[in-house]
């Protein structure tokens, strides 16, 4: 397979082993850690197609270029520790004729814990993740970052990542306070915010995702997402308005 896999990870070793697994096939896996201290390195150690290579997180889109920059094959996937790339995608990466023009897209299956979660606006999201690193990389964002379309062609690949993101609601709230923070220090004095822009963005996130995208549906899952995405909402735009201020 001419296809790298490489991953970011910091603190992943709940869910990274079955990740790992499902990239088995890769002769080429970056496992790129960021200070973990729960075991992942010991975990990712024991896949013979892994390299670990340790170093620092500066914001998601410099971090996974950098990350990139250790693969052996030109065309790379990036997938997360708590991925798992399915046995359909796995047979179109094997055998797909793939054009460096092109930043491929795949389909994502959302998971709570072991609950496969049909709305909320996780449902089958397509998100780019396939990529030839001689022709583009990965923006500069922080947060938000996305690999550089311009001039490119985007198309799906078949199969599926299934995304095993939460394992508890500890997971929500420490992911709240990590990406609200990331949004708040890649914006300050770029960004205007305010107390009332933090409450009625929450408000409406919550109305958006529990109504709108009918995570209601999900039952308790949804409710939980829902107020995740309320919270995550509400930090981003307070912790800015405090970071704006600091620096009048």
């Known amino acids: ?3 790298s896999a490489v991953m970011i990870v910091k603190n992943g070793a709940r869910t990274i082993q079955r990740s790992l697994e499902s990239l088995k096939q890769f002769d080429d896996v970056i496992v790129y850690d960021n200070g973990s201290t729960d075991g992942t390195q010991a975990i990712a150690a024991q896949y013979p197609n892994v390299r670990l290579i340790e170093g620092e997180f500066d914001g998601f889109g410099p971090t996974k270029n ?7 094959h030109d065309w790379v996937l990036i997938i997360d ?13 094997q055998s797909e004729s793939l054009d460096p023009e092109t930043i491929y897209i795949v389909n994502f299956l959302a998971y709570y814990k072991e609950i496969l979660i049909r ?9 780019r993740r396939l990529y030839n690193k001689t022709v583009t990389r990965f923006n500069d964002n922080f947060v938000h970052e996305n690999i550089i379309d311009e001039g490119m062609k985007k198309l799906p690949i078949a199969g599926n990542m299934k995304h095993y993101s939460y394992m508890s609601i500890t997971d929500f709230i420490i992911k709240v306070d990590r990406y609200s923070t990331l949004f708040a220090t890649d914006n300050v004095g770029r960004i205007k915010s305010s107390p009332t822009k933090a409450f009625f963005n929450a408000l409406y996130s919550f109305f958006r995702t529990y109504i709108l995208k009918r995570g209601f549906l999900d039952g308790y899952a949804g409710l939980v997402i829902s107020f995740s995405h309320m919270a995550t909402n509400f930090y981003k735009y307070i912790k800015l308005y405090d970071m704006n201020k600091q620096i009048k």
């Open 81 to 93: 520790s708590d991925e798992v790339v399915d046995e359909e995608l796995l047979l179109a990466l």
């Open 119 to 127: 709305y909320c606006g996780w449902n089958n999201q397509k998100i």
């Open 1 to 3: 397979m001419n296809v």
């Open 66 to 72: 950098r990350a990139a920059s250790y693969a052996v």
